[in-house]
């Protein structure tokens, strides 16, 4: 077996990753990144609606009225995401659990994350859509809030040229998506950090010394902890990193999973590990528009349509958005029917072919994002299967009945016909009851301001062991209401920027 | 295509019916009534499965290469489950219509059939709402070709570049209502 010393090993290569390696490597640190997935670039995604193309890379975690969404390739997500980056809210910060204590750590808010914000933006170029280019759905989406007098918003975007082809979410074929690969990646490589693909995290180990008093600089810090690593490919070479610093940047289903799995060679205490996640309530509706809109369009332009509306923030707690989606996640997601429809059976033959015919011009998609408290757990079986459990509380019920009937009455007062959507499970079959699915699933290490309530504190340091770091969005305490990767990478450059106060590095003054 | 022997099928039942109850009628069905004729003759799987696929999508080229490939594609679990369900549309349709072939049945005729099969038990209804959800899925997303696309929904696939003109509408601001951001974040 290889064994390598680095001073930090980074695990995951996403938006909780990138950060830290950059930041640890310009500032001198000896940095080795490791990737579950493959190597991926511009070069290697294709405009398909093939699932074994995306299969390779998407990845999901099924279980009771959850299932989440991940990808496992270089650069994690932003590979395959529509690239929206929004700030998480304000109100968001001030979330408290069921017994009134505040979910995020004391002091942590968006005024404090809005300097490490502006970075992130910096490096992703997030911008807000031009109007000129915002994709029919989204206008159609605008005009729906407007006729009801309700406020939308154009949303922020990391992308440079974005020439709307509607396949962001397989991969931007025209490198004008600003997936990690193309920025904090090369650079972090470019600063002498390495990053090796196909190799998955197995176990942590802590050291010998872990608990040592706690040396003020790096090169003075002891080798705390082992990682035992296995190719995921070939023959599966196996390979051991001894570092001083591990940071758990593999995702909140990685992150967590990892942990718990190295629950007898860790000293951990807490018992939040892969509990606590939150998922920001994502609920759909469908309809169909009235003869008095014009068209709207399911396939062409970027992915997400362009428009947010926060309308419903304060009172409800929800985001709205439109909707677009290519076929492929549109058909294997739910079976559709029109609400309205006599004819048996509704959700496939003739009236179902009608349906999907006004697919991509008359029909309109909303959703609402949600600030959904933190309770599903996640359970790692023997067998190395992963499943999500979210108890289904009459609060929830509640939350999605009323969320659902907002949205629906959002399209009946603009005289859209209803489209009944039954939501399908991995084999296929309707859901029973309520479901969520989401690609926004945070918290399952969360921060906390004492181990009592979490697994990491507020400098991601998992309580108990020092010098391990969670900085993913498994350490994000609550629903965003917003995509996340924009908070995700903006706390892990806090999170970066904290660990180099702590260790006594700096950034190069030319940096 | 894929073709199973009895005796391989035999033995997929006997593993899949280790994990069902004991009361497993379903499986019992379909093990007594797989017909001779699903082994012995290669493309009546096929023929039945493209009669299955334009009953679920009326309109859809019963000629098209692509069709019912994704029944019968190993990447997907359904491929081996399919010369059953091939035999157990036969079977119903025999049953219900004097002995004809589900293949030549009227589209009416054989969506009468696949909705008997989804009002059967709750393994005989798993197997066809898989088999519908599976057929939308490779003809509306166009699984096999992505230049293709599906031309019955507007569907072009993928490397279709659009102009601007195509992706929004001119003066957009005649859709838009009031803004609650200056810059599309909310404080």
């Known amino acids: ?511 | 295509m894929p073709t199973i022997s009895r005796r391989q099928a035999l033995r997929q039942l006997g593993l899949v019916a280790a994990g069902l109850t004991a009361a497993c009628t379903p499986m019992r069905v379909l093990v007594s009534a797989y017909p001779q004729a699903f082994d012995d003759d290669d493309g009546l799987v096929d023929r039945v499965l493209r009669a299955f696929v334009t009953a679920v999508i009326p309109g859809a080229p019963a000629d098209d290469p692509d069709l019912v490939r994704a029944h019968t594609d190993p990447a997907y679990p359904f491929a081996q489950y399919a010369g059953f369900f091939a035999a157990d549309l036969s079977r119903r349709a025999a049953r219900r219509c004097d002995g004809r072939a589900f293949e030549r049945l009227e589209v009416r005729e054989r969506t009468a059939v696949i909705a008997e099969g989804l009002a059967a038990d709750a393994t005989t209804r798993k197997l066809y709402n898989g088999a519908i959800v599976l057929a939308q899925i490779a003809f509306y997303a166009g699984i096999y070709d992505p230049q293709k696309g599906c031309p019955a929904i507007g569907f072009e696939g993928g490397n279709h570049w659009h102009s601007l003109q195509d992706i929004t509408y001119p003066d957009p601001e005649r859709f838009l209502s009031r803004a609650r951001t200056a810059d599309g974040n909310y404080a």
């Open chain 1, 1 to 511: 077996m290889r064994t390598v010393h680095t001073d930090v090993l980074i695990i995951g290569t996403g938006f909780g990753a990138a950060a830290p390696a950059l930041r640890l490597a310009e500032a001198g640190a000896k940095v080795v990144m490791v990737e579950k997935g493959p190597q991926v670039q511009t070069a290697d995604f294709r405009q398909t609606s093939d699932p074994q193309y995306l299969l390779k890379y998407i990845k999901g975690t099924p279980g009771d009225h959850l299932s989440l969404t991940y990808a496992e390739a270089l650069g994690g997500g932003s590979g395959f995401y529509e690239m929206v980056s929004l700030r998480a809210p304000s109100l968001v910060f001030d979330q408290v659990d069921a017994q009134g204590r505040r979910l995020w750590p004391r002091g942590l808010d968006r005024r404090v994350l809005d300097p490490y914000y502006d970075v992130a933006e910096r490096m992703l170029h997030v911008s807000q859509i031009p109007l000129a280019e915002v994709p029919r759905t989204g206008l159609v989406f605008a005009r729906l809030m407007k006729n009801l007098g309700y406020s939308v918003d154009r949303a922020r975007y990391a992308v440079r040229g974005c020439q709307g082809s509607g396949f962001c979410v397989t991969g931007c074929i025209y490198g004008a998506k600003q997936s990690l690969f193309l920025n904090y990646l090369p650079q972090a490589v470019a600063a002498g950090a390495e990053i090796e693909t196909d190799l998955e995290a197995l176990s942590i180990e802590s050291l010998p010394g872990v608990h040592r008093g706690r040396a003020r600089l790096l090169a003075n810090l002891p080798y705390r902890y082992q990682v035992l690593c296995r190719r995921r490919a070939g023959e599966r070479e196996q390979v051991r990193f001894v570092a001083r610093l591990v940071v758990l940047g593999a995702g909140t289903v990685g992150s967590a999973t990892l942990l718990l799995r190295s629950r007898a060679t860790l000293p951990l205490s807490s018992e939040h590990v892969g509990r606590n996640i939150a998922y920001n309530g994502s609920v759909k509706v469908a309809g169909l528009l009235p003869d008095s809109f014009p068209d709207a369009d399911m396939f062409t332009g970027r992915s997400h349509p362009g428009m947010i509306s926060y309308e419903f923030l304060e009172s409800h707690g929800i985001t709205v958005h439109g909707v677009k989606a290519l076929p492929l996640m549109l058909v294997s997601a739910a079976r559709m029917s029109l609400g309205d429809e006599r004819r048996d059976p509704a959700w496939w033959g003739e009236p179902n072919v009608e349906l999907m015919g006004q697919m991509r011009r008359r029909m309109i998609v909303l959703a609402a994002f949600g600030l959904t408290p933190p309770g599903a757990s996640l359970a790692v079986s023997g067998a190395e299967e992963t499943r999500v459990s979210l108890p289904l509380t009459s609060g929830l019920e509640l939350y999605h009945e009323d969320t659902k009937r907002l949205l629906e009455s959002i399209l009946v007062r603009n005289d859209c016909r209803l489209v009944r959507t039954d939501f399908l499970d991995k084999s296929l079959a309707p859901e029973a009851g309520v479901h969520f699915s989401t690609a926004h699933q945070v918290g399952s290490c969360r921060m906390a301001d004492a181990q009592s309530a979490g697994v990491v504190n507020a400098n991601g340091e998992v309580f108990g062991c020092p010098g391990l770091y969670v900085s993913d969005g498994a350490c994000i305490p609550s629903s965003l209401a917003v995509n996340t990767s924009l908070t995700i990478l903006a706390n892990a450059e806090r999170i970066a920027a904290g660990m180099l106060d702590q260790y006594g590095l700096r950034r190069p003054v030319a940096a």
